[in-house]
Nanobody
Framework: QVQVLESGGGLVQAGASLRLSCAAS????????MAWFRQAPGKEREFVTA????????YYADSVRGRFTISRDNAKNTVYLQMNSLKPEDTAVYYC???????????????????????WGQGTQVTVSS
């Protein structure tokens, strides 16, 4: 199976920044559409952002648009999540997810659904204090 590993979480004050990394290890030469989800205690896992396998398209939840930026390095099969102006409500376990890339058109709904991604990391904790 494809292995997905997140890193970079931590404890920061409101207004600070963090950068998360996610590496996908699978078949050599294969590209993946990748996404970030997050889950706070007692709440459902929610979509944060996604990037297509080519890097040409990105999608953001309204709650993070303008503050978070997703990018990728296809040579390393790695995606990054730059989080700026962090708020206490951003506190959650952040999960990286991946699915094999395709040239087929997919809607925003596809990218934002948990069921679209067969490969998941174990999560990294992000805590933002007020």
């Amino acid at each position: 199976q494809v292995q997905v590993l997140e890193s970079g979480g931590g404890l920061v004050q409101a207004g600070a920044s963090l950068r998360l990394s996610c590496a996908a290890s699978g078949r050599t030469g294969r590209s993946y559409t990748m996404a970030w989800f997050r889950q706070a205690p007692g709440k459902e896992r929610e979509f944060v952002t996604a990037i297509s396998w080519s890097g040409g398209s990105t999608y953001y939840a309204d709650s993070v648009r303008g503050r978070f930026t997703i990018s990728r390095d296809n040579a390393k099969n790695t995606v990054y999540l730059q989080m700026n102006s962090l708020k206490p409500e951003d506190t959650a376990v952040y999960y990286c997810a991946a699915v094999a890339g395709s040239t087929t058109y997919y809607s925003r709904t596809y990218y934002s659904q948990k069921t679209s991604y067969p490969y998941w990391g174990q999560g990294t904790q992000v805590t933002v204090s007020s």
